[in-house]
């Protein structure tokens, strides 16, 4: 399965490499055989970067599924004010190009509060990328009433995220909402008391792979 939000850029590329290749057929024969596997390649990039495998997410309304397949780079305390008004465990998965890059909801909930933001092009695993890079940050309310923050952020590759949800939406862990393309990072912010079972280091795989578990006295 591929991903339909890679549908321009696989045209855009399957329809250069043809004009490439009918381009360099009327050059020297050492040409065609050169510039062909290139273009071949570049096809089976593209098409193998916009992959979307299903996933099969566990239904424990107690577990907190990572919303990207990657590495995780980053795990850390820190002042969470824009939405969790309070501290939070940040929770950074760093996506290479690689990586499938569309992206999962990690809980199930109300989307209460969604903003983007225009930004720069740093290095995704960069510390400042979080807070300068363009990005877009979803804020959910859990089932349990418990508030978690997620963010899409941009790498040096990734120059767009696509996000398919908005404010006021029901949302449901492990079910797609977006992509981000060309190698980028995803932040995880979790309040107190949430047990986190991943470690810096870990690989995740979107909607599958459990990153925190809400103490089961919150989620009754």
């Known amino acids: 399965m591929l991903a339909k939000e890679g549908f321009p850029t696989i045209i855009v590329v399957f329809v250069f490499s043809v004009l490439v290749g009918y381009a360099v057929s009327f050059g020297p024969f050492w040409l065609m055989i050169l510039t062909w596997p290139l273009l071949l390649a570049l096809c089976f990039l593209i098409l193998y970067f916009f992959r ?3 996933r099969f997410p566990p239904v424990d309304p107690d577990l907190i599924l990572s919303p990207a397949d990657g590495k995780v780079v980053l795990i850390q305390e820190t002042d969470e004010n824009e939405y ?3 501290r939070a465990t940040q929770i ?8 499938v890059h569309v992206n999962r909801n990690p809980v ?9 933001y225009p930004g720069q092009y740093l ?3 960069e510390d400042h990328a979080s807070e300068l890079n363009e990005r877009a940050h979803f804020g959910v309310l859990h089932t349990s009433g418990v508030k978690i923050l997620f963010k899409q952020i941009t790498g040096f590759l990734a120059r767009r995220i696509v996000y398919h949800i908005k404010e006021g939406d029901q949302i449901k862990a492990g079910e797609r909402f977006g992509i981000m393309k060309f190698g980028s990072r995803m932040d995880i912010l979790l309040p107190e008391g949430i047990e986190i079972v ?3 280091g870990d690989t995740t795989v979107a909607g599958e792979t459990v ?3 809400f103490n089961s006295k919150e989620t009754q």
Do not use: C, Q
């Not at 199930?108 to 983007?116: I, R, V």
């Open 211 to 213: 990153i925190g578990k």
């Open 123 to 125: 290095m995704a695993w």
């Open 108 to 116: 199930s909930g109300t989307l209460e509060y969604l903003k983007y």
């Open 84 to 86: 969790l008004k309070g």
């Open 92 to 99: 950074s998965i760093f996506l290479s190009p690689l990586n």
């Open 52 to 54: 979307d495998p299903d």
């Open 198 to 200: 991943v470690k810096k």
